[in-house]
């Protein structure tokens, strides 16, 4: 079965581990799922991940962190869909709960956090919100 959405889906693979309480995810993995996952962790919204090698198909598992029993995630929103892509310049870079959470964005220099973008003065594709 393809997925439309494959960025959607990993998001909601990731919500539902954290509720969930999981320790890992594993997801099927791709560049943009990698990179995602970087800044993810220089965010330190998980504790680490690496891609797992198969004859099928790579698999990206994700290692979430918990402080004292709560998720360090406690939201994923996809802002940028396939029906309605959402974007920025680089004036208007959202800020994610004043700075509390980071917004993700597609920009010609690759994926950024919403920081990086202003401090590089570009604008793109905003992907999705975490917090």
Not at 22 to 27: H, I, L, R, S, T
Not at 56 to 67: A, C, D, M, V, W
Not at 86 to 103: F, S
């Amino acid at each position: 079965m393809s997925v439309s959405d494959p960025i959607a889906n990993f998001l909601t693979q990731i919500r539902n581990s954290v509720k969930a309480k999981k320790k890992f995810v594993d997801v099927p993995s791709s560049n943009m799922k990698v990179k995602m996952a970087e800044i993810m962790k220089d965010a330190k919204f998980i504790k680490d991940f690496n891609v797992i090698e198969d004859n099928k198909q790579n698999l990206l598992r994700i290692h979430l962190q918990y402080l004292s029993g709560t998720p360090s995630i406690t939201g994923l929103k996809k802002i940028s869909k396939p029906g309605l892509r959402m974007y920025a310049a680089k004036e208007n870079v959202p800020r994610v709960y004043n700075g509390l959470g980071i917004a993700i964005i597609s920009t010609s220099k690759g994926l950024m956090t919403d920081s990086q973008a202003r401090k590089n003065s570009v604008g793109g594709e905003i992907i999705c919100h975490i917090w």
